[in-house]
């Protein structure tokens, strides 16, 4: 609790970033509601009622936990679906709906993933829809709202930093087997030049050569 307090918390990435997001602040609350967990779900409610059934209202095979019915449920599932999310955080397992959002936090940058917080807001109407108004929507219609919301919407625009950095991970080189030649190349681009460069070295990391050079975009070579 006190780490909590001074803000080293589990999940402390991602309560400083959902009110940066791109969005409305009505939107950026809910995200916020869903970090804490606090949405109305049957789940929730057949806690403080028991006459309340706690089952999905959409799909009645499962409690209704926030994952369920922004991720597990069939419902939910069709429209991240349609809107082409990564398969391994739709079909990924997750104690907690917090996780889940962090999760995906740490692959889309910021516009995107402000984009996916429009599509759980907008799932989350549509259940509500199916609850009190007892209409079921289409996947493709609420997507069409979404769209409607931000219409540059892309899943994977990876041209913006990660809404949360990944783990840095030490990298180092690493000599061959002995009788084994190790060849290390690297590239990197600058508006219409690309320049590679590479070295070759044996175990005892002795040279044993290596070049650089540039590529134009009309494939000329200096």
Known sequence: MTLKHVGFGPHRFLWKLIWKLQTLSKIRIFCWRLGHDI??????????????????????????TLIHA????????????????????LDGSYGQCVDWIEGVAQVLDRKVFSDFIVILWNIW??????????????????????????????????????MIPKPVVEKGWKKPDPGVIKINFDATVHEKKACYGLVVR?????VHGGCVGCVKKDLSVE
Not at 77 to 88: F, P, Q, S
């Open 125 to 162: 109407n549509s259940r509500n829809n199916r609850v009190f108004q007892e209409v079921e929507e289409d996947a493709k219609v609420i997507w069409d709202r979404v769209a409607s919301l931000s219409k540059d919407f892309c899943i994977f625009n990876l041209m913006e930093k990660y």
């Open 39 to 64: 949405i109305p779900t049957y789940e929730r409610i057949s806690n403080i009622r028991r006459d309340v059934n706690s089952l999905c209202p959409r799909c009645s095979r499962e409690k209704e």
């Open 70 to 89: 922004l991720k597990d449920c069939p419902k939910a599932k069709a429209v991240l679906a349609y809107g082409g999310l990564n398969k391994k955080l």
């Open 202 to 206: 044996d175990t005892d990391s002795f």
